[in-house]
């Protein structure tokens, strides 16, 4: 039996508590490009795995497309929170600003591999996307690609780490 993602509805519920959550303990909300805003990278100078060699080059093999489809495959998201959750993901290692993750999203989106619908369909709200058949299709190809990569990458860094660190 196939696994049952969440929907946009559950997504939304969840989001909105979130934040109340957040904002019960004080936590900042910081707004997109803004001061406590999102680190920026691929596309940005400066930012985590912009100019990684080791980060740049999964970056152009595909690892931020992949990492929004295995995301969007727990459940529907918005795109601040997707930015947020690669960086927790991968440690700070990838971090994406707006001007990366927006673009990417639409042109998922263009291609059939995510679906967008807004919160409040009445006005711009936020916009929910999910997976598409089409787009776990896609997830399966890039980590497929990038499995062997990220494999080799891991083995190498434990050698470095042995020979440096003992």
Known sequence: MAKRRPSTEAAVAETAARSDVRAAAGARTPSPGGPGGPATAGGGVGGPGSTDPLVAGLRKAGLLRLLVLHLLGQGPSYGNQLMER?????????????NTMY?????????????GEWEHPERRSRRFYRL????????????????????????ALEVLRRELLG
């Not at 690669?86 to 440690?91: I, Q």
């Not at 673009?103 to 679906?115: F, I, M, N, S």
């Not at 598409?132 to 891991?154: K, N, Q």
């Open 86 to 98: 690669v960086g927790e993901l991968t440690g700070g290692l990838v971090a994406v600003n707006p």
């Open 132 to 155: 598409t058949d089409a787009g776990e299709g896609e997830r399966a190809l890039l980590v497929s690609e990038l499995g062997p990569r990220l494999d080799d990458l891991a083995v």
């Open 103 to 115: 673009p990417l999203l639409r042109t998922l989106e263009a291609e059939g591999l995510v679906a």
